[in-house]
């Protein structure tokens, strides 16, 4: 069943019609495809640790050897299915971030970006902000986030250099950045309100209100008394 507002839930027909009434068999690349749609849409729903190959394959109208024939397994069609999203989310927001512009703009739109991302493939994006044993270590929400702020970073450094400030921390503003934009994505993953470009708007509001009254030397203005000592080292 596909999740509303996703563009891409919807599962193909198991076979072709033909006149006669019996079905054309796949080829092997829409067979993949097939299950790679059927194994997308499960692992949104349910999760990687709750969906089996038993169920993948029933729902493609398969048997178990053909999801291990094309993908070993469960562990490798999720794989596919995250790096498949990973590219179409960072395409999306590396396309916004290199695009011409007044760097405001820029945020707006990969704002917008990652907005309209979560409405149009709401499936990829549950999958993705779930981390699974299967890919910790590239398949992440948390290694989307990273990657996303390396695209980031050299516009951060540029702004920074052009107001005086020390251009070595603009690889850790740039993770704040994406953070904020990105979980609140995930937050209006569900809640759907108020709309994409209200969202954004506010979204950039804070960001780029906040990036302009930045302090080139920042400092805690809280008492000494409550910092570890390791910080007064």
Do not use: C
């Amino acid at each position: 069943m596909a999740t509303a507002g996703d563009t891409r839930g919807t599962l193909p027909e198991q076979g072709k019609a033909r006149r006669d009434g019996r079905a054309v068999r796949m080829t092997g690349k829409e067979r993949r495809e097939q299950l790679l749609d059927v194994g997308r849409s499960l692992f949104a729903q349910k999760g990687f640790d709750a969906t089996s190959v038993e169920e993948i394959a029933q729902k493609a109208g398969v048997s178990k050897p053909v999801v291990y024939e094309h993908f070993g397994g469960k562990e490798g069609l999720y794989a596919v299915v995250v790096d498949r999203e990973m590219r179409t989310l960072l395409d999306a927001i590396t396309g916004a971030l290199t695009s011409q512009g007044h760097p405001r703009e820029l945020l707006e739109r990969a704002a917008f970006a990652l907005l309209d991302y979560v409405e149009s493939s709401t499936d990829g994006f549950r999958i993705l902000v779930r981390d699974s044993p299967v890919a910790q270590s590239t398949g992440t929400f948390a290694s989307l986030i990273s990657d996303a702020a390396s695209q980031v970073e050299h516009i951060m450094a540029s702004q920074f250099t052009m107001r005086g400030f020390e251009p070595q921390f603009a690889p850790m503003y740039a993770q704040m950045l994406v953070g904020m934009v990105a979980l609140t994505g995930q937050w209006w993953l569900d809640a759907r309100k108020p709309n994409k470009a209200d969202v954004a708007a506010h979204l950039v509001n804070l960001a780029w209100n906040g990036l302009s009254g930045l302090e080139a030397r920042p400092e805690l203005r809280s008492p000494a008394d409550v910092r570890s000592p390791a910080d007064e080292s």
